[in-house]
Nanobody, 122 residues
Framework: VQLQASGGGLVQPGGSLRLSCAASGRTSSSYAMAWFRQAPRKEREFVAA????????YYADSVKGRFTISRDSARNTVYLQISSLKPDDTAVYYC????????????????WGQGTQVTVSS
């Protein structure tokens, strides 16, 4: 499975972005997908995950109510809609795929994209 993340950029506090992760590969549509982020000098952290069917989204407490994960199975693409952005959201955002929600949230294995930079600054 190959993952290509895009949609990052520079945005002012309070602004919004939509990140995309395009998956390709023979069985990519059957994988659970997730977003992680890594800020400078910090550990990578889980952000959101969604099952292969598009149901049962999971969110980190720090982003609940501001971030929405969704997937378009026809396009093999997962989205992360980010709103009410804060400077603390500045990070490289990575998408990941794995065989189940549990393992993709764990983040220890699976497939990873190259990341897209989100910078929140005035």
């Amino acid at each position: 499975v190959q993952l290509q993340a895009s949609g990052g950029g520079l945005v002012q506090p309070g602004g919004s972005l939509r990140l995309s992760c395009a998956a390709s590969g023979r069985t990519s549509s059957s994988y659970a997908m997730a977003w992680f982020r890594q800020a400078p000098r910090k550990e990578r952290e889980f952000v959101a995950a969604i099952s292969w069917s598009g149901g049962s989204p999971y969110y980190a407490d720090s982003v609940k109510g501001r971030f929405t994960i969704s997937r378009d199975s026809a396009r093999n693409t997962v989205y992360l809609q980010i709103s009410s952005l804060k400077p603390d959201d500045t990070a490289v955002y990575y998408c990941a795929a794995d065989s189940s929600i549990r393992t993709v949230i764990d983040g220890a294995d699976g497939y990873w994209g190259q990341g897209t930079q989100v910078t929140v600054s005035s």
